[in-house]
């Protein structure tokens, strides 16, 4: 994170997203603050808390992927929640806290994940360990503690002799399978190993706030009292080496550890994508049993404000983490949120809807730009195509078009444009292989030029 100045993560976030200048320094000055603040005393540092973002705009401008891009940039623990699935405390259905509990557990998959990585080279050694020993088991050792002093010593000397020749035997065997098993002559070759079943016993808990859905692990609770059952399981050497290998990494790593860092590094740098919040605004128009807004709102407001979400792996504190909020506000407005949670989110940004020379440069400019991904897909198949500039202005012309016609979702539009310009291309893929086809200006009037001027068609297909 030190590394990255505000302009720095701006420039990240151009490789993905187009456009939306104004919300990508919004994200990078809230992100270089964290750092600023670690710099800080202990005593002003707790003081400092992060500035909450609301991004105010239509579906498919690039508001999620503005979270997602900037958490993975910097390795974030970072979960997107849609409020809308949110019920009052009282009410049977998730409460507000799960999503606390639901980023907790993307950390500790995060964090587990990277000590796994440091523990690689170790893990495979002793799987090749292992591998060998299901391959070419050792003689197994008298299991009786009175046989040293049953037999004879010229026996022993015998049995001695006897035994140094068959280690060294089985020595020179085992070295020349260990080559043949590392130059991979082996992989396909069938073999038996013993894995840990997979399902536990499971049982679901009652919170205080109705039904807590975190499930507790049986061998977790009752740890020795309920050994751990093992199946036998027949696959080749190449999937029997990485089941090993992670069975011997999870032995490596120390969970206990895990799970404390991951609990550090969501309250110090967890980021939580609160989507559709216009959903939950407004005032209610009935009253009565049923769920209100008003009231997911308020249950919403002290974890963003800031309180202890207690977790089967600890307490965990949402001072320090980062909210940030979005929605399309069509048919409600920033204000109509309570006043409460209105002021936990200081900073606004408006995201613009995309123009036609935006889509013109999603479609192209993007590391993962859309026009790339399909031009790999059918590459795949040795089927070559080519994107003219006249062909890319059509469809975002098309694109931008329908958009204006119909609903606009912008930048998904394009998935939908491209999927009907290519459909025949893809359904006769395999027997267009090792050819050459250019999509330019006249092929995308051919393919899409009749439906977008049929509107009522057009609302069924794009």
């Known amino acids: 994170m030190e590394d990255l100045t505000p302009r720095q993560t701006v420039n990240e976030l151009d490789k993905y997203i187009i456009g939306q200048e104004q919300a990508k320094k919004a994200v990078a000055i809230a992100l270089r603050n964290r750092y600023r603040r670690r710099l800080l005393e202990d005593e002003l540092r707790d003081e400092i808390l992060p500035k909450n973002i609301l991004m105010i705009g239509p579906t498919g401008v690039g508001k999620t992927e503005i979270a997602r891009r900037l958490a993975r940039l910097v390795k974030a623990p970072f979960i997107k929640v849609e409020v809308s699935k949110f019920t009052e405390v009282g009410y049977v259905g998730r409460d507000v806290e799960s999503m606390i509990r639901d980023l907790l557990e993307t950390a500790i998959q995060m964090e587990k994940q990277e000590k796994i990585r440091e523990v690689e080279d170790k893990a495979e050694e002793l799987a090749e360990?292992?591998?060998?020993?299901?391959?070419?088991?050792?003689?197994?050792?008298?299991?009786?503690?009175?046989?040293?002093?049953?037999?004879?010593?010229?026996r022993e000397e015998e049995g001695n002799g006897e035994d140094n020749e068959a280690r060294e035997r089985m020595k020179s065997r085992r070295e020349r399978l260990l080559e043949k098993l590392r130059s991979g002559e082996l992989e396909e070759h069938p073999i038996e190993i013993e894995v840990e079943a997979s399902h536990s016993p499971m049982l679901e808990i009652f919170s205080g706030a109705g039904v807590e859905e975190m499930g507790i692990n049986m061998q977790d609770l009752f740890g020795g009292m309920f050994p751990r059952?093992?199946?036998?399981?027949?696959?080749?050497i190449g999937q029997a080496r990485e089941i090993l290998k992670q069975q011997e990494a999870q032995k490596l790593i120390d969970m206990d550890e895990v799970t404390e860092t991951a609990r550090e590094r969501v309250q110090e740098s967890g980021i939580i994508f609160l989507d559709e919040i216009d959903k939950i605004t407004g005032k209610d128009e009935s009253h009565g049993p049923d769920v209100s807004r008003e009231g997911v709102q308020r249950d919403i407001l002290p974890v963003v404000e800031g309180s202890t979400v207690m977790t089967k792996h600890g307490p965990v504190n949402t001072d320090h983490i980062l909210f940030i909020a979005a929605g399309a506000f069509h048919m409600a407005k920033p204000s109509d949120l309570i006043p409460e949670l209105q002021g936990r989110f200081p900073i606004r940004v408006e995201l613009?809807?995309?123009?036609?020379?935006?889509?013109?440069?999603?479609?192209?400019?993007?590391?993962?730009?859309?026009?790339?991904?399909?031009?790999?897909?059918?590459?795949?198949?040795?089927?070559?195509?080519?994107?003219?500039?006249?062909?890319?202005?059509?469809?975002?012309?098309i694109a931008?078009?329908?958009?204006?016609?119909?609903?606009?979702i912008g930048a998904r539009r394009l998935h939908t444009v491209l999927e009907k310009l290519l459909e025949e291309i893809s359904f006769a893929g395999p027997e267009l292989k090792g050819q050459k086809i250019i999509i330019d200006d006249d092929f995308v009037k051919d393919q899409l030029e009749g439906i977008i001027k049929d509107k009522d068609l057009s609302r069924y297909i794009l």
Request: charged letters at 30%; zero cysteines; a neutral charge.
């Open 129 to 154: 360990e292992r591998l060998m020993d299901y391959l070419m088991p050792g003689r197994k050792k008298s299991s009786n503690p009175l046989n040293m002093f049953l037999s004879s010593s010229g």
């Open 229 to 236: 059952k093992k199946k036998k399981r027949r696959v080749n």
């Open 352 to 397: 613009s809807s995309l123009s036609e020379a935006n889509f013109r440069e999603i479609l192209t400019e993007p590391q993962n730009a859309l026009i790339k991904q399909y031009v790999a897909l059918l590459q795949a198949e040795e089927v070559e195509i080519e994107f003219s500039d006249e062909g890319i202005a059509q469809l975002a012309r």
């Open 400 to 408: 931008f078009l329908a958009n204006e016609q119909m609903e606009n």
